[in-house]
Every structure is written in structure tokens, then in C-alpha cells.
């Protein structure tokens, strides 16, 4: 079973418009870390933004924040004010506390271009 | 500078070749981890390590070798390439705390298997 699901390939936005990408998980385990990467077509992997399972907060890192719904095993990235500069690929992933790897799950990836 | 560099950049060789990419970090991190990038699969582990003494494969091992030179050096190795290896593959970085500490990647090598 997919541990990380972004249901969107692709999506649209207008310059200076909100937008959110979607991203589900699947994990038992009680302690993980939600993490947001942003890919640019120069192909580097930028981290974006981090959520704990038990932070109580959503977080927020300048533009970016994530919507935490726990209950609903979902962490959607919203990216406020686009610009041009954020069409890129975006994924989503997760780390598990109980995995002795550190090693990071990923998703497949959103395609975000915005419009001018 | 960058803090986790990736050489060479691109790299083009044919089936069977024996091929090294290296990968050296100067942010101090214990863990390294080395990752293959498909079209439409996200990004996939191939081996990791926590120190230059403890490395481990990752799900997709197979192909692949890796030698931990130093704390600041990790590099994976292609025996005998394959077109299927064909991939962008990164290098990644993290300190061991917990959940919270984000994996830093290296700009990637493009690899192209003829």
C-alpha cells in the first residue's frame, strides 16, 4: 500500500492566488515527521517545511504552511501569494519514528505551474 | 558553497560500464543516504549510512554498491550499468535527531545508461 498518496499530478494557479497541494499518508506508527520538497527543473531538492505528529500547531514557514489534519492522516501544503518563481515539483514525504533507516518515504510528486 | 555537492553533474556511459558518483557534505551530518529519482515514482532508497562503519541497503540495493570514505564522503558505485539505471540519482544528508531533522540533498547526477 502507497504510505505517502499526492493525488494531483498537475495543477494551475494564477500569480498572487493561494493554492493547495494535496498529501495523504498511511503509518501505524505513533511518531512521524511530515516533510514538504520543492523541486525546481534545475532538478534540486529543496526542503520546504516540517510537521511533527504531535506538534499541536499547523506550521508555517513564510509563504508556505501545512494543513495538519491528523484524524484524516493528511498534511496539504498551501503555498499563499504565488509566484512565478514556485512552478516546480513539489513532494511530499514522511519519516517514521519506529524505522531505524531515518530514511525518508516519498510521494510521487504535484506539478505546479503558475500562471502570469 | 553548497553543503552537499554531487560530481559529476551528468554523466553519460554505456551498458556495462563501471561507473562512481560521489557525494561530499560539509554540514557535519553522521547519516548520508543515497536516493534514484523515476519519472512518476518519486524518489527511492538505494543504500544508507550512519557512520563511515555502518551502511546499510536501502530497498533497491541491487546493482549498486557504496563505500563511506570518510564522514564527509559517500559514494555509490554502478559494477556493471544497465539502460534501466538510467535515472537522477541524489545524495542526502541528515542529523540522527528524531523524527524532525529534514534530509538535505545534494543538486544531483543524471545518469543516462546507452
Known amino acids: 500500500a502507497q504510505k505517502i498518496t499526492q493525488t494531483q499530478p498537475g495543477m494551475f494557479v494564477q500569480e498572487k492566488e493561494a493554492v493547495t497541494l494535496d498529501c495523504t499518508y498511511d503509518?501505524?506508527?505513533?511518531?512521524?515527521?511530515l516533510f514538504w520538497y520543492k523541486q525546481p527543473s534545475s532538478g534540486e531538492m529543496i526542503f520546504l517545511i516540517y510537521q511533527g505528529s504531535y506538534d499541536q500547531q499547523n506550521a508555517t514557514e513564510g509563504r508556505y504552511s501545512l494543513n495538519f489534519q491528523k484524524a484524516r492522516k493528511s498534511a496539504n501544503l498551501v503555498i499563499s501569494a504565488s509566484q512565478l518563481g514556485d512552478s516546480a515539483m513539489y513532494f511530499c514525504a514522511m519519516r517514521e519514528g519506529l524505522s531505524n533507516t531515518g530514511k525518508l518515504i516519498f510521494g510521487q510528486g504535484t506539478t505546479l505551474q503558475v500562471k502570469p | 558553497d553548497a553543503d552537499v555537492t554531487q560530481t559529476p553533474r551528468n554523466r553519460i556511459t554505456k551498458t556495462g560500464k563501471r561507473i562512481m558518483l560521489e557525494c561530499s557534505q560539509t554540514k557535519g551530518h553522521d547519516r548520508m543516504y543515497w536516493y534514484r529519482q523515476d519519472p512518476g515514482l518519486g524518489l527511492r532508497l538505494i543504500y544508507y549510512s550512519f557512520d563511515v562503519k555502518d551502511i546499510n541497503k536501502g530497498e533497491i540495493s541491487d546493482g549498486y554498491s557504496v563505500s563511506r570514505q570518510a564522514q564527509a564522503k559517500f559514494s555509490l558505485s554502478l559494477e556493471s550499468a544497465i539502460p534501466n539505471q538510467t535515472a537522477l540519482y541524489f545524495c542526502a544528508t541528515s542529523d540522527p535527531v528524531g523524527t524532525a531533522s529534514p534530509q538535505y540533498f545534494g543538486p544531483g547526477t543524471r545518469l543516462l545508461v546507452l
Open positions: 503509518t501505524s506508527d505513533p511518531s512521524y515527521g
